[in-house]
């Protein structure tokens, strides 16, 4: 079945570092890919996505780019803050049922980023 | 602005015994779900609704897991019989139905966090 492959963490990094959590992803067809970040004691909110081969995502200052050859979606962002600090996912669409445009979403084991000042 | 609420937030049971979690997604979405999500790994797919009818249940729901949506609004997740393998974190999730769209953002609850003594 589909799966999604997060390298794993935690991730300490000093503000202003340039910041890379790989992703790879399985997938049959062609899903649409997402990085969710869940701030400490806060629900899980989506960062950034993109629905096609060679889309860039984009928010806040990350970015990733759906990578069909390498089977990748890797988030990066150039400067980091202590804001940042984050449990970070990459996910991807699976279908629900046997037609239509319903979804779930397929989760990587997240990635705990920290930001030190 | 009301978003996904959950309740309650933290729940303390003891094994053997039988919970009910209650999700409010955002008053206009007509699909809502539910994922299960433990220390470490990411979110677990569990069981979707589109209006009030269950298109999909994960086979990680076993016969002692039971999920309602009457009418179509809000949600309950049953569990009977609880065992400490259940304590986890429960998430629920809405989102719209748009038509043309392959993917809807899903919006989640804070969660709720179950721990079975």
């Known amino acids: 079945g589909n799966s999604v492959t997060q390298m794993e963490g935690p991730v300490t990094l000093s503000e202003e570092a340039f910041l890379t959590i790989n992703c790879t992803y399985t997938?049959?067809?062609?899903?649409?890919l997402f990085w969710y970040v869940q701030y400490p004691g806060e629900g899980l909110q989506l960062l950034l996505k993109?629905?096609?081969a060679d889309d860039k995502g984009s928010n806040k200052g990350f970015e990733a780019t759906y990578r069909k050859e390498t089977t990748s979606f890797h988030l990066e962002k150039g400067s980091v803050q202590v804001s940042d600090s984050a449990v970070y996912f990459c996910?991807?669409?699976?279908?629900?049922?046997?037609?239509?445009?319903?979804?779930?979403?397929?989760w990587g084991l997240g990635t705990s980023l920290a930001v030190n000042p | 602005d009301t978003g996904v609420s959950q309740d309650p937030r933290h729940k303390i049971t003891k094994r053997g015994q039988n919970v009910t979690f209650r999700c409010d997604p955002i008053?206009?979405?007509?699909?809502l779900y539910w994922y299960r999500q433990t220390l470490g790994q990411g979110p677990e797919f569990l069981t979707y609704?589109?209006?009030?009818?269950?298109?999909?249940k994960s086979r990680l729901l076993s016969d002692r897991f039971s999920a309602e949506r009457p009418k179509g609004s809000f949600s309950t997740l049953e569990i009977q019989r609880t065992e400490q393998g259940d304590s986890a974190m429960y998430l629920c999730?809405?989102?719209?139905?748009?038509?043309?769209?392959?993917?809807?953002?899903?919006?989640f609850g804070p969660g709720t966090r179950l721990t079975v003594l």
């Open positions: 997938a049959t067809g062609y899903p649409s």
């Open positions: 999730a809405s989102s719209p139905y748009l038509s043309g769209g392959s993917y809807n953002e899903q919006f």
């Open positions: 008053s206009e979405h007509n699909r």
């Open positions: 993109a629905t096609k």
């Open positions: 996910a991807l669409s699976d279908r629900v049922g046997d037609a239509g445009n319903n979804r779930k979403l397929i």
């Open positions: 609704f589109q209006n009030e009818a269950q298109l999909e």
